[in-house]
């Protein structure tokens, strides 16, 4: 039986503390100081005159990978993804047959160049942001032991670097390139308490060096990797050895278009599938108990989805993605070329996720909105005391004059100029002691912030928010029953007549927040 969460621990709402537990938004991220020196010591040391040109090159390559995607994906059957025990013979079920490169594009010196320069703040931006929601969908979760399946130069280990500074002890490295590899070395160069890192060149090679009682790892990544595999069977392949190498968390991440959206819908579709049929085998064979067989078996969706079920948008023509803004850096601003306009000094890395954990999902009796009484507008006005509406025209002048002086504030460049050489104005000590009091700052906020459990009740805002005159109108993913085994896609209007206080939470909430749901509430949605 799945675990249900007593009432005693039932993390009890106010109108308060909803808006902090929404919240998965991130707004312009600053890429970490001791990244960007590590990228510009790293093309310094290239001295490459020909960048700008490499970059242009490097951008042409994913347009044609999308190109042969595209193909692909005309040519994919729908069962293949849905049962494709069906679709393949026995002895080839699990057979990958293609190889690195085979879809045109092989990072070299030059591709790893450009991809630094270019592309891997972006990535890691995305990265942060999705690492960043598991940490708060699962504040226990501290992962010790980490693959990253497509390493790369390492922009997902620099984002676990960020998310979990202490707690990571071993990181597992598959990446094929040996360029990238090598960039991936340089770039970590000076760090201070590394964990433990292992580079292979394929899953084959790490599963013969690794013993069979150390393959599970407590987290694994494998991020803008799976549409540079040019076969869905492989595809579907990797992710399945990724699964089994996998103790806790498994995080997929790809761009966010309509092809890696569509990759993570069939990846997503696969692992539910591929667990609930070893449910069903493990209860009709009668292996032990029914609650040791939940325990053992099952997965569910940590994030974006709010349920288990079908994705309500595969038929809808829109597709589930996100988008994280970054402060662009230097080198992006230096070898990123625009349609003439001037570049901006951010860019909007748009992506796709899904995150798994093993195990049944929790399940709440009462969902985050039952039991609070919201009051209308009208309410809210008869209680007034019409003293407070009165006003001293003295004290009214009194804040006009002070407000028209506004004290000259000097910003510190480096906040958010990245052309600033930061090895000049941040030493070790300094740097090591502003991530401290960083970390010490996040803990205590998170302590003191309420956070939105898995155990249903809350949806997913799909698409921006869209204000119109005192109404909100946002598109959210949402669950439709107590254990969140099916969802759907709703448009919802929240208006600020019949509640002023979710009127006020959906003005604030972004694209990707969470939105509290109750069974019986009324005044929420118009």
């Known amino acids: 039986m799945a675990s249900l969460i007593s009432e005693t621990t039932q993390k009890i709402f106010t109108p308060e503390s909803l808006r902090a537990a929404a919240k998965q938004s991130e707004r312009c991220l600053d890429v970490p100081v001791r990244l960007r020196r590590a990228i510009k010591k790293y093309l310094r040391e290239q001295e490459d005159p020909y960048m700008r040109r490499k970059v242009l090159r490097l951008s042409e390559s994913f347009s044609e990978i999308k190109d042969v995607n595209l193909h692909l994906t005309a040519e994919t059957s729908k069962e293949l993804v849905e049962d494709p025990l069906k679709s393949v013979e026995q002895s080839k079920r699990w057979k990958i047959k293609s190889a690195y490169g085979d879809i045109g594009l092989t990072y070299r010196d030059d591709e790893t160049v450009a991809y630094v320069a270019s592309r891997m703040p972006a990535v890691y931006s995305a990265c942060y942001r999705v690492l960043g929601e598991v940490r708060r969908r699962l504040p226990g979760f501290s992962p010790t032991k980490v693959l990253d399946f497509g390493a790369g130069t390492g922009s997902a280990f620099w984002a676990i670097r960020e998310v979990w500074p202490k707690t990571v002890e071993k990181i597992n490295i598959v990446e094929p390139s040996q360029s990238m590899q090598r960039a991936g070395r340089s770039l970590i160069q000076g760090l201070k308490n590394l964990p433990l890192i292992h580079s292979y060149a394929s899953l084959q090679t790490l599963t013969k060096d690794i013993s069979k009682s150390e393959r599970e790892h407590d987290l694994v990544i494998a991020s803008y990797v799976l549409g540079e595999v040019p076969s869905l069977k492989d595809r579907i392949t990797i992710v399945r050895q990724l699964w089994n190498l996998t103790r806790d968390v498994l995080v997929l991440v790809e761009p966010g278009t309509p092809h890696g959206s569509n990759i993570i819908s069939q990846m997503r579709s696969h692992i539910l599938w591929m667990e609930k049929r070893k449910c069903r085998k493990a209860k009709a064979n009668k292996e032990g108990s029914k609650d040791l067989i939940d325990l053992r078996t099952g997965a569910f969706i940590i994030a974006p989805c709010p349920h288990d079920g079908c994705c309500p948008l595969e038929k809808s023509g829109k597709y589930c993605h996100f988008v994280q803004r970054l402060q662009r850096t230097s080198s992006q601003r230096a070898y990123k070329r625009s349609k003439g306009d001037p570049l901006r000094g951010f ?19 009462s969902w985050p909105l039952d039991g609070i009484k919201f009051e209308t507008l009208k309410e809210q006005r008869a209680k007034r005391n019409p003293e407070d509406l009165e006003i001293d025209y003295e004290d009214l002048v ?129």
Request: charged share 30%.
């Open 347 to 365: 860019e909007d890395e748009k992506f796709c996720f899904v995150a798994f954990r093993r195990g049944q999902r929790p399940r709440r009796e």
């Open 398 to 526: 009194n804040i006009k004059e002070t407000a028209d002086v506004i004290p000259y504030e000097e910003v510190h460049s480096s906040a958010y100029d990245s052309d600033v050489m930061e090895t000049d104005l941040v030493s070790d000590n300094d740097e090591d002691h502003q991530v401290e009091e960083q970390d010490n700052d996040e803990e205590d906020q998170e302590e003191e912030t309420a956070l939105a459990d898995l155990g249903g009740g809350w949806g997913r805002i799909i698409f921006p928010p869209v204000r119109r005159g005192r109404q909100v109108h946002m598109n959210i993913c949402r669950p439709t029953n107590g254990d969140a085994s099916e969802g759907s896609f709703d448009h919802e209007v929240i208006t600020q007549s019949k509640n002023p206080t979710l009127h006020h939470q959906a003005r604030r909430s972004f694209w990707g927040d969470l939105w509290p749901l109750g069974r019986n509430v009324t005044g929420s949605v118009s």
